[in-house]
């Protein structure tokens, strides 16, 4: 029975799926078990999927029917629900090829776990670590996009996260997202602010001003933003009005205005020694590899 599981969603990315699950394989031992939800692939994904399970005895992989109710979080928590392993490592994505310090990471979770004296999930960029039973009473939610910033609002209403600030762990290998892609994905998560009860007007207001925190946010200049807020705009009333056939779902009371989740992650995402400070804790980092240490050690 591993200990481990790094839940994957993937779907028609048949040029990256092995190589990005190779990166995350070479750098890991057999308490690690990937768990691989595949959501109906056309491009030969799943073939690829199959034959590397065949290979690897850690992988194992859920071709799941194409259903057009089905969205990204039930997907997510799909994966989580089929893993083994008592800790879950998720948001590590088969576009994306690993540095070697997933291993670092459990690491520097288990030494803050040490400290902690409540179930939490560990934060980074392109990585989480939490306790399956964590993600079974918080779960991701039926949502086409934002369904990670949706998590992090219950998360942080449980005060159940730490969020690490540390130096990029992967490299994107997949193909540059489009125009078209960028907008969908804007649209989407407008959306998903419907599905969840983030207030309307005060959507309108972060579409007029908001502080840059640059957290789910594109950097852009000024033309750039005054564009932005005219396109947000437009298209919020547009996408509440969409959402009305949608599934509703519930947000902690005092995180319904849009952006304060972001506000909570800019004030708690600190370097390694900071959240040592915070949480009294000492993470061992003779326990780290050498790269490890470069990347999540910030200023050391």
Avoid at 19 to 29: E, H, K
Avoid at 207 to 235: F, N, W
């Amino acid at each position: 029975m591993p200990r481990y599981s790094i839940a994957i969603c993937s779907y028609n990315m048949v040029e990256t799926v092995v190589p990005s699950l190779r990166s995350m394989l070479d750098q890991v031992g057999d308490d690690f078990e990937f768990v691989v939800v595949d959501g109906g692939s056309t491009d030969g994904t799943g073939i690829e999927l199959r034959r590397l399970e065949a290979e690897d005895d850690r992988v194992r992989v859920f071709t799941l029917d194409p259903d057009p109710d089905r969205r990204l979080g039930a997907d997510r928590q799909r994966s989580i629900e089929e893993c083994e392993g008592e800790y879950v490592l998720t948001q590590l994505d088969v576009d994306d090829e690993y540095e070697p310090v997933i291993e670092d990471f459990v690491s520097i979770y288990h030494d803050f776990e040490a400290g902690i004296d409540r179930e939490f999930l560990l934060s980074g960029t392109g990585i989480n670590m939490a306790p399956k039973s964590l993600y079974l009473d918080i779960p991701y939610r039926n949502l086409a996009s934002s369904e990670d910033r949706d998590l992090w609002r219950r998360l942080f209403a449980a005060r159940a996260v730490v969020w690490l600030e540390h130096d990029q762990i992967r490299e994107q290998i997949g193909y540059e997202k489009s125009f078209r892609d960028h907008l969908r994905r804007d649209w989407s998560g407008k959306v998903a602010d419907a599905q969840v009860g983030i207030d309307f007007l005060s959507c309108l207001a972060w579409s007029v001003s908001h502080p840059r925190y640059h957290i789910l946010e594109e950097e852009r200049g000024p033309v750039g933003r005054v564009a932005k807020s005219l396109y947000d705009l437009v298209t919020y009333p547009l996408a509440y009005r969409a959402a009305r056939e949608l599934p509703r779902f519930e947000t902690p009371p005092g995180l319904e205005r849009r952006g304060t989740v972001e506000g909570l992650i800019a004030s708690a995402r600190k370097p390694l020694a900071e959240l040592e400070t915070e949480y009294d804790v000492a993470v061992d980092r003779e326990a780290l590899s050498e790269r490890g240490r470069a990347l999540f050690c910030l200023d050391e």
